[in-house]
């Protein structure tokens, strides 16, 4: 086996580099975390309820993704300091209607759990009326918002407001067969 040596000079750049480099790795372990700030809650059964990410530490916003227990999407949009951020509701093409158990029709006198998602608007911030319907907000309901309850034969319809520069403006409308 073949033994070589270092001369004395290069030993010393060799452990030089060494810790130059040892001192490297540890200064940026010591640098202040890069990881994106995130925020989650969880529904009791364990099922993802919202996650919150920091996009801008200067202006607090938060993008933010919010779903029902069933884990169908309800709003993913911005917070700007703790207030929900409107996209353009001039282009909110987007409205989608779900009723609970998807009925080929509507019974009159008859509750019916729905819920109405708006790309980039939260249903709290909906205003929703009725035509030949009653509309109410369930509440703490996990899966849906609202409650329709048809009260006249034939076609009634469903208005979806909000709230734009403290003026009620209509976002979209849908159209159902009741009886």
Request: hydrophobic share 35%; with cysteine; glycine share 8%.
């Amino acid at each position: 086996m073949e033994e070589r040596l270092i001369a004395p000079g290069h030993a010393d750049k060799f452990r030089r580099a060494f810790l130059l480099s040892l001192m490297a790795i540890i200064s940026v372990l010591q640098l202040p975390s890069c990881q994106v700030k995130t925020e989650t809650e969880y529904f009791p059964d364990g099922a993802l309820k919202y996650q919150k990410e920091l996009v801008n530490a200067d202006s607090s916003i938060w993008l933010v993704t919010e779903w029902y227990s069933d884990s169908a999407l309800k709003w993913h949009g911005y917070e700007i300091n703790g207030i929900r951020e409107l996209p353009d509701i001039n282009r909110a093409d987007n409205c989608h209607l779900d009723v609970e158990g998807n009925p080929s029709s509507f019974k009159l006198n008859h509750n019916y759990n729905i819920r109405i998602r708006v790309d980039g608007i939260h249903p709290d911030d909906f205003l929703l009326y009725g035509i030949g319907c009653n509309v109410r907000p369930i509440g703490s309901n996990y899966n849906y918002d609202f409650q329709i309850q048809p009260f006249e034969k034939g076609e009634m319809g469903l208005l979806l407001h909000v709230i734009h520069n403290g003026i009620p403006t209509k976002v979209c409308q849908f159209n159902l067969l009741a009886g």
